[in-house]
């Protein structure tokens, strides 16, 4: 059984002014030409959930303030900081210069599984998710150190995007919450 579920003063939810003084972890997510507000929305509210230090919004990725964003955000669009970069490239070059690693979720010849994938937890890393038909652009996975894919059966062998980003985030949440 499953047991009762708790309620919202058990859940230890921090106000906006506590979660804007504590760490994050040191993942910054670069969405790169993503369509749907909404995606972009649960990218946003993802990244307040798993500590990313920020998004970054690249391309025709929509940004913050927007209606649209915040209705699948439920306001993490207000604490989450973010960038925008018209080239996604021109954000990979400036994140290479401040020491990240980069990888994008893709699936490539060369990808490392999710569950494989060895996180660095004094490292610095920069994930990039692509838009929803055509995924992370070649140029930019040519700009990568590497994939991460996520193993999938069934006919379609793709998530959506905001699915994705959170599957991978999981990961690095998760590896970055052990160390402590």
Same mark, same amino acid.
């Given at each position: 059984?499953?047991?009762? =579920? @708790?309620?919202?003063?058990?859940? /230890?939810?921090?106000?906006?002014?506590?979660?804007?003084?504590?760490?994050?972890?040191? #993942?910054?997510?670069? !969405?790169?030409?993503?369509?749907?507000?909404?995606?972009?929305?649960? *990218? &946003?509210?993802?990244?307040? %959930?798993?500590?990313?230090?920020?998004?970054?919004?690249?391309?025709?990725?929509?940004?913050?303030?927007?209606?649209?964003?915040?209705?699948?955000?439920?306001?993490?669009?207000?604490?989450?900081?973010?960038?925008? &970069?018209?080239?996604?490239?021109? %954000?990979? =070059?400036?994140?290479? @210069?401040?020491?990240?690693?980069?990888?994008? +979720?893709? $699936?490539?010849?060369?990808?490392? *599984? #999710? /569950?494989? &994938?060895?996180?660095?937890?004094? %490292? @610095?890393?920069?994930?990039?998710?692509?838009?929803? +038909?055509? /995924? +992370?652009?070649?140029? !930019?996975?040519?700009?990568?150190?590497?994939?991460?894919?996520?193993? $999938?059966? /069934?006919? =379609?062998?793709?998530?959506?995007?905001?699915?994705? %980003?959170?599957? +991978?985030?999981?990961?690095?949440?998760?590896? &970055?919450? =052990?160390?402590?």
């Amino acid at each position: 059984m499953a047991g009762v =579920k @708790k309620s919202s003063s058990e859940l /230890g939810r921090m106000s906006a002014q506590e979660y804007a003084s504590t760490s994050r972890s040191s #993942v910054i997510l670069v !969405v790169d030409s993503v369509r749907s507000l909404h995606n972009v929305g649960s *990218m &946003f509210r993802t990244a307040d %959930a798993f500590d990313v230090e920020a998004i970054w919004l690249c391309g025709i990725s929509a940004t913050p303030p927007n209606k649209e964003i915040h209705k699948t955000a439920l306001g993490a669009e207000l604490n989450v900081k973010w960038r925008y &970069f018209e080239r996604c490239t021109d %954000a990979l =070059k400036e994140l290479e @210069k401040e020491g990240y690693r980069i990888y994008c +979720v893709e $699936q490539t010849v060369d990808s490392v *599984m #999710v /569950g494989d &994938f060895e996180v660095d937890t004094d %490292a @610095k890393y920069a994930l990039v998710v692509g838009n929803e +038909v055509d /995924g +992370v652009s070649d140029e !930019v996975v040519e700009m990568c150190m590497g994939a991460i894919e996520i193993p $999938q059966s /069934g006919t =379609k062998h793709s998530l959506n995007v905001s699915v994705a %980003a959170a599957v +991978v985030l999981w990961r690095f949440y998760e590896a &970055f919450r =052990k160390r402590g």
